[in-house]
Protein backbone atom coordinates (compact mmCIF):
# COMPACT_ATOMS: atom_id res chain seq x y z
CA UNK A 1 0.00 0.00 0.00
CA UNK A 2 1.46 3.51 -1.18
CA UNK A 3 1.84 5.98 1.64
CA UNK A 4 0.03 8.72 -0.18
CA UNK A 5 -2.94 8.11 -2.55
CA UNK A 6 -4.17 10.98 -4.71
CA UNK A 7 -7.51 11.45 -6.59
CA UNK A 8 -8.71 11.22 -9.38
CA UNK A 9 -5.73 9.54 -11.11
CA UNK A 10 -6.93 11.08 -14.16
CA UNK A 11 -9.08 14.51 -14.55
CA UNK A 12 -10.70 16.59 -17.71
CA UNK A 13 -12.67 20.05 -17.35
CA UNK A 14 -14.22 22.24 -19.58
CA UNK A 15 -11.85 25.65 -19.26
CA UNK A 16 -13.42 27.31 -16.56
CA UNK A 17 -14.48 24.94 -14.20
CA UNK A 18 -13.38 24.35 -10.39
CA UNK A 19 -11.03 21.55 -9.97
CA UNK A 20 -10.48 19.73 -6.86
CA UNK A 21 -7.55 17.35 -6.71
CA UNK A 22 -7.02 15.27 -3.25
CA UNK A 23 -4.38 13.43 -1.58
CA UNK A 24 -4.38 11.24 1.71
CA UNK A 25 -1.96 10.03 3.39
CA UNK A 26 -1.25 7.49 6.19
CA UNK A 27 2.40 8.32 7.86
CA UNK A 28 3.43 11.08 10.15
CA UNK A 29 4.59 14.02 8.70
CA UNK A 30 6.01 17.22 8.64
CA UNK A 31 4.77 18.71 5.76
CA UNK A 32 2.83 17.88 3.09
CA UNK A 33 3.79 20.07 -0.54
CA UNK A 34 2.32 19.70 -3.92
CA UNK A 35 4.01 19.68 -7.64
CA UNK A 36 3.12 20.35 -10.64
CA UNK A 37 4.92 18.29 -13.87
CA UNK A 38 3.82 19.56 -17.74
CA UNK A 39 4.64 17.32 -20.39
CA UNK A 40 8.05 16.50 -20.97
CA UNK A 41 8.59 19.03 -18.24
CA UNK A 42 10.44 19.14 -14.60
CA UNK A 43 8.53 19.28 -11.84
CA UNK A 44 7.70 22.54 -9.94
CA UNK A 45 6.94 22.56 -6.14
CA UNK A 46 3.44 25.03 -5.85
CA UNK A 47 3.24 24.48 -1.85
CA UNK A 48 4.33 23.60 1.27
CA UNK A 49 1.56 22.79 3.80
CA UNK A 50 1.88 22.40 7.19
CA UNK A 51 -1.72 23.47 8.56
CA UNK A 52 -4.59 25.31 7.09
CA UNK A 53 -4.52 26.72 3.35
CA UNK A 54 -2.13 28.66 1.24
CA UNK A 55 -3.35 30.31 -2.19
CA UNK A 56 -1.22 31.71 -4.74
CA UNK A 57 -2.94 33.20 -7.99
CA UNK A 58 -5.85 30.63 -8.89
CA UNK A 59 -4.57 27.71 -6.99
CA UNK A 60 -5.34 26.84 -3.28
CA UNK A 61 -4.31 24.37 -0.78
CA UNK A 62 -5.52 23.27 2.29
CA UNK A 63 -4.34 20.36 4.84
CA UNK A 64 -6.38 18.48 7.23
CA UNK A 65 -3.74 17.15 9.99
CA UNK A 66 -6.15 15.40 12.05
CA UNK A 67 -7.63 13.45 9.04
CA UNK A 68 -4.49 13.26 6.96
CA UNK A 69 -6.17 14.79 3.68
CA UNK A 70 -5.20 17.60 1.47
CA UNK A 71 -6.52 19.27 -1.40
CA UNK A 72 -5.41 21.42 -4.56
CA UNK A 73 -7.95 23.10 -5.74
CA UNK A 74 -7.36 25.32 -9.34
CA UNK A 75 -10.20 28.12 -9.99
CA UNK A 76 -10.76 29.33 -13.34
CA UNK A 77 -9.57 26.68 -15.12
CA UNK A 78 -7.19 27.09 -18.15
CA UNK A 79 -5.31 24.69 -20.73
CA UNK A 80 -2.18 26.03 -19.39
CA UNK A 81 -3.01 24.10 -16.48
CA UNK A 82 -2.68 20.70 -18.03
CA UNK A 83 0.00 19.47 -16.27
CA UNK A 84 0.27 16.05 -13.74
CA UNK A 85 0.00 17.39 -10.11
CA UNK A 86 1.65 15.48 -7.52
CA UNK A 87 1.22 15.19 -3.52
CA UNK A 88 4.40 14.51 -1.72
CA UNK A 89 4.75 14.17 1.97
CA UNK A 90 7.88 14.77 4.03
CA UNK A 91 8.26 12.51 6.66
CA UNK A 92 8.92 13.77 10.16
CA UNK A 93 11.90 15.45 11.03
CA UNK A 94 14.41 14.36 8.70
CA UNK A 95 14.40 15.04 4.75
CA UNK A 96 12.21 11.64 3.61
CA UNK A 97 9.84 12.20 0.96
CA UNK A 98 6.81 10.04 -0.14
CA UNK A 99 5.56 10.31 -3.41
CA UNK A 100 2.00 9.87 -4.68
CA UNK A 101 1.16 8.42 -8.26
CA UNK A 102 0.43 11.92 -9.40
CA UNK A 103 -3.23 13.13 -11.12
CA UNK A 104 -3.06 13.54 -14.75
CA UNK A 105 -5.40 17.03 -15.50
CA UNK A 106 -6.81 17.84 -19.00
CA UNK A 107 -8.23 20.70 -19.41
CA UNK A 108 -9.65 21.54 -22.64
CA UNK A 109 -10.67 25.24 -23.92
CA UNK B 1 19.93 31.92 -8.74
CA UNK B 2 20.39 28.90 -10.91
CA UNK B 3 17.92 25.93 -9.98
CA UNK B 4 18.89 22.51 -10.27
CA UNK B 5 21.29 21.71 -13.46
CA UNK B 6 21.11 18.13 -14.67
CA UNK B 7 22.69 16.50 -18.01
CA UNK B 8 22.26 15.30 -20.19
CA UNK B 9 18.66 16.05 -20.76
CA UNK B 10 18.17 12.62 -23.07
CA UNK B 11 20.30 9.34 -23.89
CA UNK B 12 19.46 6.29 -25.90
CA UNK B 13 21.64 3.72 -25.16
CA UNK B 14 21.91 -0.48 -26.09
CA UNK B 15 21.66 -2.89 -22.76
CA UNK B 16 24.70 -3.90 -21.19
CA UNK B 17 26.09 -0.01 -22.37
CA UNK B 18 27.26 2.21 -19.50
CA UNK B 19 25.46 5.34 -18.37
CA UNK B 20 25.83 8.54 -16.60
CA UNK B 21 24.16 11.31 -15.11
CA UNK B 22 24.93 14.31 -13.55
CA UNK B 23 23.60 16.54 -11.06
CA UNK B 24 24.56 19.87 -9.87
CA UNK B 25 21.76 21.04 -6.93
CA UNK B 26 20.55 24.58 -6.01
CA UNK B 27 23.87 26.68 -4.16
CA UNK B 28 24.31 25.86 -0.42
CA UNK B 29 21.25 23.07 -0.36
CA UNK B 30 22.90 20.23 1.88
CA UNK B 31 20.51 17.82 1.00
CA UNK B 32 20.04 16.00 -2.71
CA UNK B 33 17.89 13.39 -3.71
CA UNK B 34 18.22 10.87 -7.01
CA UNK B 35 14.88 10.10 -8.37
CA UNK B 36 13.61 7.36 -11.01
CA UNK B 37 10.07 8.61 -12.80
CA UNK B 38 8.72 5.52 -15.05
CA UNK B 39 5.74 6.59 -17.44
CA UNK B 40 2.19 7.73 -15.24
CA UNK B 41 4.48 7.05 -11.90
CA UNK B 42 5.30 9.14 -9.12
CA UNK B 43 8.98 9.86 -8.20
CA UNK B 44 10.69 7.07 -6.46
CA UNK B 45 14.23 7.41 -4.35
CA UNK B 46 17.22 5.98 -5.40
CA UNK B 47 19.74 7.58 -3.08
CA UNK B 48 19.66 10.60 -0.67
CA UNK B 49 22.54 12.31 0.41
CA UNK B 50 23.14 14.99 3.04
CA UNK B 51 26.28 16.73 2.12
CA UNK B 52 28.67 14.10 1.03
CA UNK B 53 27.17 11.44 2.80
CA UNK B 54 24.22 8.85 1.56
CA UNK B 55 22.06 8.40 4.14
CA UNK B 56 19.37 6.46 2.33
CA UNK B 57 20.27 3.95 -0.43
CA UNK B 58 17.87 1.08 0.37
CA UNK B 59 16.30 1.71 -2.86
CA UNK B 60 19.53 1.95 -5.06
CA UNK B 61 19.68 -1.21 -6.79
CA UNK B 62 23.34 -1.67 -5.96
CA UNK B 63 24.51 -4.28 -8.75
CA UNK B 64 24.37 -2.00 -11.26
CA UNK B 65 24.07 1.55 -9.60
CA UNK B 66 26.79 3.36 -8.09
CA UNK B 67 26.32 7.50 -7.43
CA UNK B 68 28.71 9.60 -5.69
CA UNK B 69 28.76 13.23 -4.52
CA UNK B 70 32.41 14.50 -3.95
CA UNK B 71 32.86 17.08 -1.54
CA UNK B 72 28.62 17.32 -1.19
CA UNK B 73 27.73 19.47 -4.13
CA UNK B 74 27.76 17.76 -7.20
CA UNK B 75 26.64 14.49 -7.48
CA UNK B 76 27.03 11.47 -10.65
CA UNK B 77 24.74 8.51 -11.01
CA UNK B 78 25.92 5.53 -12.79
CA UNK B 79 24.51 2.21 -14.52
CA UNK B 80 26.45 -0.22 -15.56
CA UNK B 81 25.37 -2.31 -17.66
CA UNK B 82 22.47 -0.60 -18.20
CA UNK B 83 18.97 -3.34 -18.77
CA UNK B 84 16.13 -2.21 -20.84
CA UNK B 85 14.19 -2.34 -17.32
CA UNK B 86 16.16 1.02 -16.55
CA UNK B 87 14.59 3.60 -19.17
CA UNK B 88 13.20 6.34 -17.28
CA UNK B 89 13.61 9.74 -16.29
CA UNK B 90 15.88 10.25 -13.85
CA UNK B 91 15.92 13.00 -11.44
CA UNK B 92 17.72 15.25 -9.28
CA UNK B 93 16.57 17.37 -6.50
CA UNK B 94 17.72 19.56 -3.94
CA UNK B 95 16.89 20.86 -0.70
CA UNK B 96 17.89 23.07 2.62
CA UNK B 97 16.38 21.19 5.61
CA UNK B 98 12.74 21.32 6.14
CA UNK B 99 12.01 23.21 2.76
CA UNK B 100 11.14 23.00 -0.52
CA UNK B 101 12.02 20.47 -2.85
CA UNK B 102 13.90 21.81 -6.48
CA UNK B 103 14.02 19.38 -8.90
CA UNK B 104 15.83 19.42 -12.18
CA UNK B 105 14.94 19.00 -15.40
CA UNK B 106 15.73 15.09 -15.48
CA UNK B 107 17.34 12.85 -17.51
CA UNK B 108 15.62 11.11 -19.91
CA UNK B 109 16.63 7.01 -20.61
CA UNK B 110 15.98 4.69 -22.89
CA UNK B 111 17.73 1.72 -23.29
CA UNK B 112 16.70 -0.31 -26.83
Known amino acids: KNEVEQSPQNLTAQEGEFITINCSYS?????LHWLQQHPGGGIVSLFMLSSGKKKHGRLIATINIQEKHSSLHITASHPRDSAVYICAVRRGAGNQFYFGTGTSLTVIP | EAGVVQSPRYKIIEKKQPVAFWCNPISGHNTLYWYRQNLGQGPELLIRYENEEAVDDSQLPKDRFSAERLKGVDSTLKIQPAELGDSAVYLCASSFPSRELFFGEGSRLTVL
Open chain 1, 27 to 31: VGISA
